[in-house]
């Protein structure tokens, strides 16, 4: 079966750009599919010290003292540490669009700009989605993001998972996340570049499907990262919150998950909050609820500041909290 049209730009693509007839360099295309994946823009970059990611230590196990009698000898004792290492996946894309096609423009360059437009937005999505939701396990050419690591209360981090109650199909998380060097953050391969990077590779011959070919300007999209957790204890997830009892709160049959109660929590969780940039990062629903209630001025946990200039920030006890539209309400309940 021909996969022509499939991936690239067609005549009918160019004809729903088209103004009045004339194809302009900047046409009106509302970008109804954008999101806000705010985490995007708190993550800290660190070049890995692997051509394939990053290696590091971590404590696994304290010496241990002992209580010492007169004339007792003092054993000899030592401090455990384990390696680990967290691996770089390569994110992909390619543009094709017909050489033709681009003709009819009136701004080729523009045109084909507008295009990369939402290849890029297609990235930050997917990025946002997989430092959460992404599993190696399962995916062995991607990355592993938050939810496999928090995922299991008798696991090794349980304590950093808050359950909220929820047993439903209709759950969502809340996540703080401690950014840094002690905390978390994305990596990239060593020698390399970090974030997207874009490469115009001109004009190409491509094969429609068919065997036959067609000529097309390409262009190739490419994000090598990983996420790097280096201590798990400055981060907590809020989990089974369920979405439904959510649409309670306030009301004489309020069910819902005390949510502030249950962020006041996970920063108290969190291991080192002076060494680290903290951020809760929650569905659009959970955070528009929250600014509701600072409606109510006894609520002085809840206020609305300045972060990464901009105005009008959400903060609780001073920590931003971001929207992140790649949080789903359908998770699975952690048990």
């Not at 349980?158 to 909220?164: N, S």
């Not at 957790?229 to 009892?245: F, G, L, T």
């Not at 990464?308 to 931003?320: D, I, S, T």
Request: charge should be neutral; hydrophobic fraction near 40%; glycine fraction near 8%.
């Amino acid at each position: 079966m021909s996969i022509f049209g499939a991936g690239v730009l067609t005549l009918a693509d160019l004809n729903s750009r088209l103004k009045e007839g004339k194809m302009t360099a900047e046409s009106d295309i509302v970008e109804i599919l954008n999101q806000r994946n705010e985490v995007l823009d708190d993550i800290m970059f660190k070049e890995g010290n692997l051509t394939t990611g990053h290696k590091f230590k971590v404590r696994a196990e304290l010496p241990e003292p002992i209580w010492r009698k007169l004339y007792q000898g003092i054993p000899n004792s030592k401090s455990k540490v384990k390696t680990v290492t967290e691996t770089c996946g390569m994110l992909t894309a390619k543009s094709s669009v017909d050489v033709d096609e681009v003709k009819l423009s009136d701004d080729p360059q523009a045109y084909r700009r507008n295009e990369d437009k939402a290849f890029i937005e297609g990235f930050g999505q997917k990025v946002a989605r997989s430092l959460f939701y992404e599993d190696q396990k399962i995916h062995p050419e991607a990355i592993t993001g938050l939810t496999p690591r928090f995922n299991s209360l008798s696991g090794e981090k349980f304590e950093q998972i808050i359950p909220a109650g929820g047993n439903s199909t209709d759950n969502a998380s809340i996540w703080l996340v401690g950014w840094g060097e002690n905390g978390a953050f994305c990596i990239f391969p060593k020698g390399s570049k970090a974030g997207l990077e874009q490469e115009d590779l001109g004009k190409q011959q491509v094969d429609d499907g068919t065997g036959a070919t067609y000529s097309a300007y390409q262009t190739e999209f490419k994000w090598n990262l990983g996420l790097a957790v280096r201590n798990y204890k400055n981060i907590v997830r809020i989990a089974n919150i369920d979405m439904s009892d959510l649409k309670t709160a306030g009301s004489a049959n309020d069910t819902s998950a005390k949510i502030e109660n249950l962020m006041i929590e996970a920063l108290d969780q969190i291991q080192t909050p002076s060494s680290v940039k903290l951020a809760f990062y929650m569905p659009k629903k959970i955070k528009t609820m929250l600014t509701i209630r600072v409606l109510n001025k006894a609520n002085t946990f809840l206020k609305v500041e300045d972060y990464l200039n901009r105005q009008n920030v959400l903060k609780f006890m001073g920590v931003p909290i971001r929207i992140v539209d790649q949080l789903v309400d359908t998770e699975s309940v952690v048990a």
